[in-house]
């Protein structure tokens, strides 16, 4: 755990900025672990987008009776979680940014911790671990910082960071001119390595942090052809905005994205066979000799063999390892 013995140094402001749609059922939960924050120099900013639910009337009663400084904004139509956070964003005056989902909550300690780690080293991003809130109601660890105790350049926290921006504290002028997409799926996976580009500084904590709810209804976890199509946008987005540096990163990333998570997902979204093999052959033309990038030996031996059956053009073993996937999603 964290010290917590330097109370009285922290004075600077952070905004946490929660999307809320439909979130009725989740949203109580959520501000339940704001209140018990040990760090109390925050305000919350909540961006209710277009529920049809009883999510804003809820959010009101919340702020009603809670001693937190809460704004409610009320969006006119349902933009998605990126717009949402880009209007909470706009709305903020903090020196730094915390995220959180409507249906996850943070444990106590999140904002002291990642606050004074940000203060001891004038950090711009700080990143923890998260765990995973199981549907039987069991927890797992979501570890993950650890490989930055032998990955810890710039070009490794880009290539090898968290996939969301729930699990980062940024400093908030990190976002001028640089607008979280509108996108369904993979915001975030698009706008982190432009921020981790943009930043000084960055660093990482290896404290479990943030509580991830596993829902059967969760964007993460429910796929589409749509979230296909999402990510193959978020790979295109973070290659029209990047420079020449870190281009090892760069091409990792894009395994990342979409090697794996967009042919992944159109396997189980059923896309169109010649459209998942016509995106592989796009990316391996844009990236000669991928499979020689250095961060693939950061992967787990699963993730590994899927990236070789890509290489090999083994569609059968590709298609039986997205059913075993599945099977051991459920």
Not at 64 to 92: D, F, Y
Not at 133 to 154: A, D, E, P, V
Not at 242 to 253: C, D, P, T, V
Not at 259 to 277: E, F, P, Q, R
Request: net charge positive; proline share 2%.
């Amino acid at each position: 755990m964290c010290s917590t013995g330097k109370r009285e140094k922290l004075m600077s402001k952070i905004s946490v900025i929660i999307p809320c749609y439909n979130a009725e059922k989740y949203i109580k939960k959520c501000f339940d672990g704001l209140e018990k924050q040990i760090f109390k120099e925050f305000d919350v900013i909540v961006i209710d987008d277009f529920s049809t639910d009883n999510s804003l009337n809820i959010l009101y009663k919340i702020k009603q009776k809670s001693k937190l400084k809460i704004k409610v904004i009320e969006m006119k139509q349902n933009v998605g979680p990126g717009e949402a956070r880009n209007v909470g964003i706009k709305a903020s005056d903090s020196e730094y940014l915390a995220f959180c989902d409507s249906d996850d909550y943070y444990e106590e300690n999140f904002l002291y911790c990642l606050y004074n780690k940000a203060v001891e080293q004038s950090a711009d991003v700080v990143m923890c671990n998260s765990k995973l809130k199981l549907q039987n109601g069991s927890f797992r660890n979501n570890s993950y910082t650890n490989i930055f105790k032998l990955y810890n350049t710039k070009s490794d926290y880009i290539a090898l960071s968290r996939t969301s921006l729930c699990y980062l504290l940024l400093r908030r002028n990190l976002f001028e001119d640089l607008p979280i997409p509108s996108l369904r799926n993979g915001e975030d996976m698009a706008i982190i390595p432009l921020l981790l580009a943009k930043a000084k500084i960055i660093t990482h904590i290896d404290n479990a942090l943030y509580v991830y709810c596993v829902r059967k209804e969760s964007a993460s976890v429910s796929v589409s052809a749509n979230s296909f199509w999402d990510l193959l946008k978020c790979q295109q987005i973070i290659e029209k905005s990047w420079n020449k540096e870190y281009q090892e990163a760069l091409q990792f990333i894009g395994i990342k994205n979409v090697l794996y998570s967009a042919v992944l997902i159109g396997i189980k979204a059923k896309v169109n066979t010649k459209v998942i093999k016509d995106t592989i052959r796009k990316f391996e033309r844009e990236h000669n000799k991928w499979y020689l990038n250095s961060y693939i030996k950061t992967l787990d031996f699963r993730h590994r063999f899927f990236l070789k059956t890509i290489k090999y053009r083994c569609l059968v073993l590709t298609k039986a390892y997205v059913f075993l996937h599945s099977l051991l999603m459920k």
